[in-house]
């Protein structure tokens, strides 16, 4: 009686279980062999490792440059992005010059001619 009570409160419980152990029974059952996966996959396990001892063997051979031409490592794309370079400035302020030098220019000739 004390073990029918017992089956009784964990009935659930049990079900659950047994439907994960048939679950798990029919997947290992129905699924393909470990040694039938590598020999569909074998190609693309190949080339996949050739690649990899590639990209080892060339990170090996040539190592990364630390510093190109005197520059730390993203300084120019700093300044870049911070702020505009010293080149990129002159030349905007001559041509802010050059426009505003015309427009002067066209004004006074306007008046001229009336």
Request: no cysteine; hydrophobic share 45%.
């Amino acid at each position: 009686m004390e073990i029918q009570k017992l089956l009784l409160k964990f009935k659930f419980h049990i079900l659950i279980a047994s439907i994960f152990t048939i679950f798990i029974f029919a997947l290992i059952y129905l699924a393909p062999r470990f040694l039938d996966v590598v020999k569909y996959f074998w190609p693309l396990l190949l080339s996949t490792a050739l690649f990899l001892v590639a990209v080892v063997l060339f990170g090996w051979i040539s190592p990364p440059v630390s510093e190109v031409s005197g520059e730390k490592t993203g300084e120019g794309i700093l300044e870049f992005v911070a702020g505009q370079p010293e080149q990129l400035q002159t030349h905007l302020h001559d041509l802010h010059e050059h426009e505003g030098g015309g427009e002067d220019e066209e004004g006074e000739s306007s008046s001229k001619v009336e």
